[in-house]
């Protein structure tokens, strides 16, 4: 699954407050060759590990354990522009027409063909490869 | 009271009868300046409020007030002086300054000369005006009632909305959690039976989370794409596969299929494609699966092939899981099933009856 390329270790950070979907999410990260910097189930949790970390990607559900505030995390990662931030939530209706800074939505439930194939559609792009077509299952942000 | 026979009654009779009318009436002097009142009876005096010897000699713009319309006015001004009878209704005003709705009809009586005179006869229609009024209130009340409750009914409704979003974003949110649940029990597996069977029914879930995924994300909740459902659903199956060996591909028809239908198709189509993949290709043996799904005259026609082994040539499977739950399937989506040696491979074909769908 996933190309398996060495160089394309992502170091992300995974913003859940479900515990089983991140530990699982943690394990198919760690099978496809990329690195779990961190696990944050509330904002200011997932805020502080985003400063602390500086990951490549940020995987952001929207739900968290203080409310709907994935919206706020997805605007506050998206600053450093060294992390891409992708949404990933069962709750796509609640997703800003800005997408709050993220690139675009993994819609729960997902399959890890759809994570393994959107990782690398991102390693794709932050290497300024040129990734037109974007992974069934993963909707990009609006341009 | 003397009736004369032939003709008319004599004139002092006619005017007796004027006079005595219940009917206000009003005679006015044509050929004087300005239209003078000439002659009014009882019945004009006791609605007007004015005695006689007020009114006659004066035109009977007198009787108009603040909230008489001027619109009117002119057409009965118009009326007069084209020497046409009018009917009309006008607010006027009684001495003492009360309004009230005189419905009149003015008729010019000429002799050889031209008009004479305007008789007018007239009408209080002060009550019919209030019940005008009072059922324009009543509509008015109606309308807001019916404000007040369609606006109460789009706030159930909202509420009904949010409500229907919170359970399917619950329900996915859990098929996650299930699926994560199955996953991580097969990692902790070790190799073997038991880790097969809970990667099995991993996939199982997955492609039954992507029936719900798609059920809802178009608006309607009513109807479920097979066609979308199949691409989604091809992603995922040749993302497991090695691509040099073995291939799933897919021939749907963008199918609108009843909601209710989404799971046990989504089950049923995973099941033929991971049943012909397990089976089919023993000892590195290469190839592929098709699945075809086309409308019918009264449902739709199913087809998944492979070009394997077949059927025959298959070591008998004891368990045969995946058989019984495909036929329990179709039996329960009250279609018919059956299954082929086609040399090479395996075909199934499945016809399922659907109702009038879209």
């Not at chain 1, 994935?70 to 506050?76: D, M, Q």
């Not at chain 2, 004027?18 to 000439?38: G, K, L, Q, W, Y």
């Not at chain 2, 509420?159 to 299930?178: F, G, M, P, S």
């Not at chain 2, 097969?196 to 178009?218: C, N, P, V």
Request: charged residues 20%; aromatic residues 4%; glycine residues 6%.
């Amino acid at each position: 699954m996933g190309t398996g390329n060495a160089d394309a270790a992502l170091r992300i950070l995974v913003v859940e407050d479900e515990a089983l979907i991140a530990l699982e999410l943690e394990c198919l990260l760690d099978d496809l060759g990329h690195v779990t910097v961190g696990i944050a189930g509330s904002s200011a949790e997932a805020i502080a590990l985003g400063l602390s970390t500086a990951p490549d990607v940020a995987f952001v559900d929207i739900h968290l354990v203080d409310g709907p505030t994935g919206i706020e995390v997805a605007r506050a990662l998206s600053e450093d522009r060294r992390t891409t931030v992708v949404f990933m939530t069962a709750n796509a209706k609640r997703i800003p027409r800005d997408f709050a800074g993220a690139i675009g939505v993994i819609a729960k439930p997902y399959s890890e063909r759809v994570v393994a194939s959107t990782l690398d559609y991102v390693a794709d792009r932050r290497a300024g490869r040129g990734a037109e077509a974007w992974p069934d299952g993963f909707l990009p942000a609006p341009v | 009271m003397s009736v004369r026979s032939e003709s008319a009654p004599p004139p002092a009779t006619l005017v007796d009868a004027f006079a005595r009318s219940p009917s206000p009436m009003v005679i006015t002097d044509a050929r004087a300046p300005d239209n003078p009142v000439a002659w009014v009876n009882d019945a004009f005096l006791q609605a007007t409020g004015y005695a006689a010897a007020e009114i006659v000699g004066r035109n009977c713009r007198m009787l108009q007030g603040p909230a008489t319309d001027h619109d009117t006015v002119a057409r009965i001004r118009a009326a007069v002086a084209a020497a046409e009878p009018i009917s009309v209704e006008l607010l006027n005003y009684r001495k003492d300054g009360t309004p009230f709705w005189n419905a009149m009809t003015i008729t010019p009586v000429s002799d050889a000369q031209g008009v004479a005179f305007y008789y007018a006869a007239q009408a209080d229609m002060t009550h019919t005006h209030q019940r005008e009024v009072t059922m324009r209130g009543t509509n008015d009340e109606l309308e807001r009632l019916v404000d007040a409750r369609t606006h109460a009914l789009s706030a159930a409704l909202e509420q009904k909305t949010a409500l229907l979003h919170e359970v399917d974003h619950r329900v996915k949110n859990n098929l996650q959690v299930i699926s994560s649940l199955m996953l991580l029990k097969a990692r902790r597996t070790p190799e073997g039976e038991a880790r097969d069977a809970l990667q099995g029914m991993a996939e199982r879930i997955g492609a039954l989370s992507t029936a719900h995924r798609l059920l809802y994300s178009e608006g309607d909740c009513a109807h479920f794409n097979l066609g979308d459902f199949a691409s989604e659903f091809l992603a995922d199956m040749n993302a497991g596969l090695d691509p040099e060996r073995h291939r799933v591909e897919a021939d749907v028809e963008p199918i609108a299929v009843a909601a209710a239908m989404a799971a046990p198709l989504a089950l049923l189509i995973h099941e033929l494609t991971a049943n012909a993949l397990r089976h089919a290709f023993p000892d590195a043996r290469e190839g592929r699966v098709s699945i075809a799904a086309k409308r019918t005259e009264h449902g739709m026609h199913l087809t998944i092939r492979d070009d394997g082994i077949g059927l025959g040539a298959a070591p008998p499977n004891p368990a045969g899981f995946g058989r019984n739950l495909v036929e329990m399937v179709v039996r329960q989506m009250r279609g018919t099933i059956v299954w082929r040696d086609a040399g090479p491979g395996t075909t199934v074909e499945i016809d399922i009856p659907l109702q009038s769908a879209s």
